[in-house]
């Protein structure tokens, strides 16, 4: 069986798995990382968002031979920040807006928050309601009002 070495929440780690298996699948059945979650399997509702290097990408679309020794993979278990922490800010701010319901998609949405987030400061701006309009994370429940406040109130603490 192939092995595949990627660092994953800023550990180098070596996996053994066919080259067509999803990566998601391997982060939450082969290596006990469940903070992303399985939704649809496809990229469109987005309750697997993690980052590679840094952006937002959903793992279940990705076969994990794509995913090269170089690549860092960052999931909601280890959000920078929350090393050493109780929780990242953008957790915080999830927390205090009273954000979720389910809870399902959350740490997606939250991932893909702190993408945006980053991506606009990268830019040198604040985070706008354009930026927000571009997450496309789906959230059953139908909280996005309170995901657009917590991602505001969160950007602010980054």
Known sequence: MPS??????GEQITVEAEDDV???????????????????GLGVCQSCTSHIN?????????????????????????????VGKELHPMQEAWLELDVSQCGYCQPGQIMAAVAKVRQAAAAGREISDGDLDEIRNICRCGTYTRIREAIKAGAKRM
């Open 4 to 9: 595949h070495t990627f660092k994953l929440n």
């Open 22 to 40: 999803r990566l998601l699948w391997v982060l939450r059945d082969l290596l006990g990382v469940t903070g992303p979650k399985y939704g649809c």
């Open 54 to 82: 840094g952006k937002a990408f959903n793992p279940c679309s990705v076969p994990v031979s794509k995913i090269g020794t170089d690549d860092e993979i960052t999931t909601i278990e280890g959000l920078p920040g929350t």
